[in-house]
């Protein structure tokens, strides 16, 4: 409360803010409560301490009221609370993005270790707790080993199976490494599942069929002996929809982590600890002064929170790196678990795996890539030389997809490859890297947060 017994503006504060100024105030959280909720709570809280303080002044001898009358300003006390809060916080953030490999690297390592220690015991101790399901799984593991292993008339049909069951695990767990928020994320769909449809869809068009000889595809395409005469791009999509689907699937895994977090925090009663939140709501009391970034954050954030499923699906159907947000955003606001994964499902293994390959197979179709090389020349000064190895590059491609299995190929690789293989070594090492530093980062978080929650323990006692 203020001196004129007006409570302060608790709308422009963030969720965490609020829930801690409560604590504060010795006000007990029962389940999980909406911002809404808890501004309703401290205005409460704010009239119940106003009628106290004038009882309290009715009681007091004259000298002791004093000039400003003896009413304590709560509201000038519960805004430095909310401001240090906020600022230490932000102290917090500050230092967390300092503990990086190349500027604290023994610190870096340390709670690197520490963090590894704690999630593997997590992990272990989830394991334990579902022993009956893992040991169901390991039996059956076990009874797949066998069957393998077993001669039969079946081995053809295992072989099979095996192949596939492979294939789709490869392409689900790089689709998993993409989105599941390790470190800085590793772009898969650049890196392997582009540079695959691209390679498929030159090869058909050179082959005119996809009925590539097995093996060596896909290891490596080879033309096989019997060629049509037109290659469509449905049969291009065909070809690879397998593939880009479980691509598609294993993004949609990863994308569960946040969910869950955030489901467990609300259903637990604890706060939210997580920044993209904080940022939301200060991204709200500035509406007028935001980027086309930060607008999309809020879009995002009020599209799934107000839609459902279908805003679910629609930001899971484009590319969108801010996705993350719809899965806290879900998680929080106990959204079903099928309603946000069918939704991210679809979205992501269905409609968006299907616009991204549609966008290479076209891309990459034997006229446009002809094309695209033929205006390299035009660019100054280095266009003549740049097109002729992306000219020879491709040369050696189509003579590679008429090599017949067992004959001798020319042993000199194109330096196009050779960068191609450098960028890909450089991202994965990045990758690994960033998986250091933010676990690194997770357990300095995982301090504060104990640091503080002490610290209230203190100040309740």
């Known amino acids: 409360m203020s001196n004129s017994g007006v409570s302060p503006d608790y709308s422009t504060y963030t969720v965490a803010d609020l829930k801690q100024e409560l604590k504060n105030r010795g006000v007990q959280l029962k389940g999980s409560k909406l911002k809404v909720d808890l501004i309703k709570l401290l205005k409460e809280s704010d009239r119940t301490q106003e009628s106290g303080v004038v009882q309290r002044k009715a009681a007091l001898p004259a000298e002791d009221i004093g000039l400003n009358g003896g009413a304590v300003s709560f509201a000038a006390n519960n805004d430095l609370d909310l401001t240090r809060h906020h600022k230490q916080r932000m102290e917090e953030k500050t230092e967390r993005e300092t503990i990086v490999l190349w500027r604290k690297p023994i610190t870096t390592i340390h709670y690197f270790s520490l963090e590894s220690v704690i999630l593997l015991k997590d992990y272990a101790v989830s394991l334990w707790k579902h022993r009956i399901l893992v040991a169901v799984c390991l039996l059956t593991f ?3 080993v066998a069957v393998y292993n077993i001669e039969g008339s079946h081995q053809p049909h ?3 199976i095996e192949k596939t069951v492979l294939w789709c695990l490869y392409w689900v767990g790089l689709g998993i490494l993409s989105s ?3 470190g800085t994320g590793l772009h898969t769909f650049v890196l392997y599942l582009g540079p695959h449809i691209a390679a498929v869809t030159l090869a058909a068009f050179e082959c005119m069929s996809v009925d590539f000889p097995e093996p060596p595809y896909p290891d490596s395409i080879i033309c096989p002996d019997e060629v049509g005469d037109t290659m469509s791009l449905w049969t291009i999509m065909s070809k ?10 294993g993004t949609a895994i990863g994308e569960l982590p946040p969910y869950f977090m955030a489901r467990a925090a609300r259903l ?5 600890d997580d920044e993209d939140f904080d940022e939301l709501e200060d991204l709200r009391k500035h509406p007028k002064d935001l980027n086309v970034l930060d607008r999309a954050k809020l879009g995002v954030h009020d599209l799934v929170q107000r839609v459902g499923f279908f805003g679910i699906l629609a930001c899971a159907s484009i590319p969108n790196p801010l996705f993350d947000l719809a899965g806290i955003t879900c998680g929080h606001f106990l959204v079903k678990f099928w309603t946000f994964f069918g939704a991210t499902l679809i979205g992501k293994a269905i409609i968006k795996m299907h616009i991204q390959k549609l966008f290479v197979i076209f891309v990459f179709s034997e006229h446009h890539v002809e094309q695209l090389i033929s205006l390299i020349k035009y660019i100054p000064y280095f266009g003549p ?3 002729a190895p992306f000219k020879e590059y491709l040369n050696v491609q189509k003579t590679k997809l008429h090599h017949k299995p067992g004959a001798p190929t020319e042993g000199d690789a194109s330096w196009l490859s050779w960068v191609f293989e450098k960028v890909i070594i450089i991202m ?4 690994l890297l960033s998986i250091v530093n933010s676990t690194a980062q997770a357990y300095h978080k995982r301090l504060n947060q104990r640091k503080r929650e002490q610290k209230e323990k203190l100040s309740t006692d």
């Open 385 to 387: 030389s740049l097109q």
């Open 240 to 249: 690879v929809r397998l593939e880009a689907m479980m691509w598609g699937a």
């Open 142 to 144: 076990l009874g797949f």
């Open 428 to 431: 994965v090492a990045y990758f």
């Open 268 to 272: 637990s009663g604890r706060d939210v």
């Open 158 to 160: 295992v072989t099979s």
């Open 180 to 182: 599941v928020g390790l």
